[in-house]
């Protein structure tokens, strides 16, 4: 069910553009598909670029090889380009991703070449009008503000916002921007989807990514989907699902909305908003009481499982269905599915990291993959969906907060072997990062502030702050403002920054949510159609996107702006030491290539760009189910080589389509958990015992290789005498030969060494996953029993725990409220809601709200309502009264903005940008909470009211 407009819904004359509304338009045109998309038929100049009149009949057809630039599937698409207009497309059918399917979003990509709604030129922000600008004065005048700051305040005043739509190679440079100004303040959306992923999967068995891949789960016997919906975030993923179904996979949906994907479920678990954990304890209880457990896998290759035992103990039916609602009978049921129904899957995604302990529900889902054995299998594993086209890429790179590229840490030895990998001088990088020391946090070496709390740098009083001074300055780059929490404090900190700079296809929230008559500067990206590189898919493989058409109007690829800022810095002749710049692009394949140099932890090593093209050249002849190329030119190979591709690309390696699958040769993708820990805790082996990749020359567990194992193994002399040179003193993550990798897998060996999963994490908060309540409950009955942490410094900043649990909110604020996606749009929205076919599907933002309580408000379906959040925030929105929700929880979309506590921002945007479609953001009235390890925001599990407006 969709919600259509109200005809005297104020705000809908005001849109720009149409000049009429959707009623009018279908009686006048006698059309019954109308509305905003046909609307580009009356000659409006939505599509100028792409008019037949424009292109000659007979002109000819070129057929570029791209890939979407929505959620992560990674789904191949042939454009169709004449005269350099985008003219057409098809999907791939060919492609082993998604064999010719599309969603909605990607069916309207075509839209991106022709840009309406895009930024056109340079823009700033003075006496309360936008004004075009120059490229060349709009970097002097940007570059020239930062400078200044720098001098005044330090380098870590001003933020670096990413984004997840960068290429691999864009993502890479961007944080390499950073570091060389001299600060870890940069981060991207993966703070806020799957952050809390990356820190509780990494620390369980080694790596924070999916395990296995989509097309994997068309293996799957079982799936359980916990917090994600595919349906509507991933809907070509669905083909694999629905594939695994037709083969009688059983699939439970765990969510605490009815959601489209629950609706092609074979069990339903209906659980309230952050009892996660709760759940799967309860899911542990039945296995454990029952012995259903894989007890030799446990033995071989898990450390910790008897705490697990322990803690699930006390999750008997009744205390779950206390906590989660779920019945002990249905527990029972889905555990015994999941015991007999082998392999069987875990997804998840934001309904599950979300949270402010998301990082203790990711390891909860991991143990129950462990307990079952369900691990290093095909149709095993942990799928965890990303939503965004390079989230996965742009994590890898270190676009974090706490990372450099490859998941290397902020210690001296992390920046010394990246200085080897640029060959610069690592006191010159020390020397660009402030030296003083704040709150006992020495810049260089600590995490730099979150972008879920970008504001929070911005208000807090600097004295509370572990850096010289507060953000004064920041970088929204190609993400945008509508997806942070608490917007009443976001619209604050816009007000206060000294300077506020969008780099961006749109002007986006950040460039329009402030009051500001100045110092806003408006620099138009172009999309990623209009420039090229690779990207990585959620499954980890890396597939190299051709540039479709020119950037449009003034618009420039990322890349470049990036050298354009690092020349007015001073810094360019380091940063692009080895990568060649042609006028003022540097060129993508060499920052491939250096980052070949150096990404050695993760297997980022093997993917050369020719490699690459040639997968993108031949990806017809990949299998869909086992993603490997029985023949042709990359026989052998899986497609896309997904990470971890180990060595460098001269040594082949395949890729790796599913993680720690021992019964593989490491030479041939296999693999085992890492041994990322020691090799003993409290005096305990947390080595894996018996178990190894076959072909393995040590039969039992191993530490991580480095050059003194080499040595006594009596490996050393495999080393041509090029690679003992850069091996001497190094391990398998800082030897740039790779000699270190080349050999341990010469002996059948994984460079990372081989070791137990961990249930235990003894350097996070919780050692093992607890339920802690959401810091704005509904449960009062259950704070004393599953209290949150107390306040504590969290990444540079004060972070509220008891502060905020402790108040009683429940009574006035009495529904639960989660939030999540829809099919038409992505992310903040204002990509999708500029594209005139995809704002005709979907055109208000609205709440899900259950009978019950819709009557007890006296609401009917489609009315205005006020949405109220504990902190003060309000929302105008339509109400959609459904039993998708059950009585005192509701739902809303994320993916709106442009309207403000009711007040519409369109006059804010300069002229002709206003997205088709403008609505609340749903964050404006979602509140504080953040994860202890990640800062991910707990935008899953808070409180509202709902009044009739």
Known sequence: MRLTRKKDQVDVAKKPA??????????????????????????????????AKEVPFDAPTETVRTICSHCSVGCGVYAEVQNGVWTGQEP????????????????????????????????????????????????EEVGSKALAIREESGPDSVFFMGSAKFSNEQAYLY??????????????????????????????????????????????????FIGSNPCEAHPVAMQHILAGKERGAKIIVVDPRFSRTAAKSDEYAHIRPGTDI????????????????????????????????????????????????????????????????????????????????????????????????????????????????????????????????????????????????????????????????????????STGIPCSRWQDGVLEDKSKIAQRDNIRMSFFWGQSVNTETRGRVVREALNKMD?????????????????????????????????????????????????????????????????????????????????KVNGDEPLIEDLTREFNKGMWTIGYTGQSPERLKMHQENWGTFDIKSLEAPGGPAKGETYG???PCWGTPEMKHPGSQILYRTGREVKNGGGNFRARYGVEHDGTNILAEGSYSKGSEIEDGYPEFTADMLKQLGWWDDLTAEEMKHAEGKNWKTDISGGIQRVAIKHGCIPYGNAKARCIVWNFPDDIPLHR?????????????YPTYDDRMVARLPTLYRTIQEQDFAKDFPIALTTGRIVEYEGGGEETRSNPWLAELQQEMYIEINPADAADRALQNGDEVWVHGPEGAKIKVQAMVTPRVIAGECFMPYHFAGVFEGESLAKNYPEGTVPYVIGEAANTVMTYGY???????????????????
């Open 92 to 139: 791939a059918f060919d492609h082993p991703f998604n064999a010719g399917g599309h969603c909605a979003k990607g069916a309207a990509l075509r839209e991106h070449g022709h840009g309406e709604k895009r930024l056109k030129y340079p823009m700033k922000l003075e006496g309360g009008k936008w004004k075009k600008i120059s490229w060349d004065q709009a970097i």
């Open 773 to 785: 309540e959401p810091l704005y409950t509904p449960r009062r009955d259950l704070v004393a029993k």
């Open 278 to 445: 709760p759940f799967i304890y309860g899911l542990l209880w039945h296995i454990f009481e029952n012995k259903w457990e894989d007890q030799t896998f446990i033995d071989q290759r898990v450390y910790g499982m008897e705490r697990i035992r322990e803690e699930a103990a006390n999750w008997h039916p009744a205390e779950v269905e206390l906590v989660t609602g779920v019945s002990g009978e249905q527990m029972k049921r889905i555990a015994k599915l999941l015991a007999e129904t082998k392999p069987g899957t875990v997804v998840w995604c934001m309904g599950g990291t979300q949270h402010h302990i998301g990082n203790a529900n990711t390891r909860a889902y991991c143990i129950l993959q462990l307990a079952l054995g369900n691990m290093g299998v095909s149709g095993g594993g942990t799928n965890i969906f990303r939503g965004h086209d390079n989230v996965q890429g742009a994590t890898d790179f270190g676009l974090l907060f706490d990372t450099l590229p490859g998941y290397y840490g902020l210690k001296t030895g992390s920046w010394k072997h990246w200085c080897n990998v640029w060959d610069i001088d690592y006191e010159w990088v020390k020397g660009r990062f402030d030296p003083e020391e704040h709150l006992g946090q020495v810049p260089m070496n």
């Open 18 to 51: 149409l000049g009429l509304n959707r009623r009018q338009f279908l009686q006048s045109a006698g059309l019954a598909t109308g509305g905003i998309a046909a609307a580009s038929m009356l000659g409006a100049g939505m599509m100028r670029k792409a008019e």
């Open 499 to 579: 300077t506020v700079v969008v780099v961006d296809p749109f002007p986006t929230m950040a460039g329009v949510m402030h009051n500001r008559t100045d110092g806003v500067y408006l620099l138009p990206a172009c999309t990623q159609f209009e420039t090229y590189g690779s990207v990585s898919a959620s499954n980890r493989s890396l597939q190299w996107r051709s540039r479709v058409i020119e950037p449009l109007f003034e618009s420039k690829p990322d890349h470049e702006i990036m050298y354009k800022l690092a020349k007015k810095w001073g810094i360019e002749q380091e940063m692009f030491k080895h990568i």
């Open 641 to 643: 080589l997904p990470w």
């Open 175 to 224: 944080r390499k921007l950073a570091a060389m100004w001299g600060t870890n303040n940069v981060d991207h959306s993966a703070r806020i989807c799957h952050s809390t992923t990356v820190a509780g999967v990494a620390n369980t068995w080694g790596y924070g990514a999916q395990t296995n891949s989509f097309n994997d789960i068309r293996n799957s016997k079982a799936m359980m």
């Open 931 to 949: 994860d202890v390890v990640t800062q991910m925001q707990e935008t899953k599990a808070t409180l509202c009211q709902i009044t009739k407006a």
